[in-house]
Antibody, heavy 121, light 107 residues
Framework: EVQLLESGGGLVQPGGSLRLSCAASGFTFSNYAMSWVRQAPGKGLEWVSVTSSSGGSTFHADSVKGRFTISRDNSRNTLYLQMNSLRAEDTAVYYC??????????????WGQGILVTVSS | DIQMTQSPSSLSASVGDRVTITCRASQSISSYLNWYQQKPGKAPNLLISGASTLQSGVPSRFSGSGSGTDFTLAISSLQPEDFATYYCQQSYSTPPTFGQGTRLEIK
């Protein structure tokens, strides 16, 4: 059974940093691209970042470029999102999402339960 | 970025009804269109990929169609568990983008 378990969220002041983790199990983690997708309270879904299966290629949304960094440790089956210079508009539930077996980076067939990040003074 | 526009934004229907949700892309995305269902407080769940491929375990009352810029999600006979928010998403290009969502409510 595929499981994705996010951790590391919480309350942080504007300008602060957080690192999210997503522990994966139930599949061969190193074979799949992984993404972070977020959802502001009461709002829709926004893709944030993707990393290739090896971690050698990454892309970020313009809204977080230069502030957020996605990475992965395939030996630990863990995905990360380093978030710096946080803003109030980064407040959201953050989901890690697994790419499906479609040769397409952006079909998300499994999602974690989500972790809340609140940026407020 | 490719803009995805869903209609309607909300919809009231009864158990047993047939409903359709439309998604329009700001440019052609071939069949790189996916549909997700999200229930309150839960993560999204992939229903359909490639515009019309039903995911394993998804009931056959769900169907998807379309290509290019215009797509449709249909639910043939609404069940109580189908009342949720539905999102379309294009996987044609980076960044992947989602529609604003369609909230399906019980009439």
């Amino acid at each position: 059974e595929v499981q994705l378990l996010e951790s590391g969220g919480g309350l942080v002041q504007p300008g602060g940093s957080l690192r999210l983790s997503c522990a994966a199990s139930g599949f061969t983690f190193s074979n799949y691209a992984m993404s972070w997708v977020r959802q502001a309270p009461g709002k829709g879904l926004e893709w944030v970042s993707v990393t290739s299966s090896s971690g050698g290629s990454t892309f970020h949304a313009d809204s977080v470029k230069g502030r957020f960094t996605i990475s992965r440790d395939n030996s630990r089956n863990t995905l990360y999102l380093q978030m710096n210079s946080l803003r109030a508009e980064d407040t959201a539930v953050y989901y890690c999402a697994k790419t499906g077996d479609y040769g397409d980076y952006y079909i998300f067939d499994y999602w974690g339960q989500g972790i809340l990040v609140t940026v407020s003074s | 970025d490719i803009q995805m526009t869903q209609s309607p934004s909300s919809l009231s229907a009864s158990v047993g009804d047939r409903v359709t949700i439309t998604c329009r892309a700001s440019q052609s995305i071939s069949s790189y269109l996916n549909w997700y269902q999200q229930k309150p407080g839960k993560a999204p769940n992939l229903l359909i990929s490639g515009a019309s491929t039903l995911q394993s375990g998804v009931p056959s009352r769900f169907s998807g169609s379309g290509s290019g810029t215009d797509f449709t999600l249909a639910i043939s006979s609404l069940q109580p568990e189908d009342f949720a928010t539905y999102y379309c998403q294009q996987s044609y290009s980076t960044p992947p983008t989602f529609g604003q969502g369609t909230r399906l409510e019980i009439k």
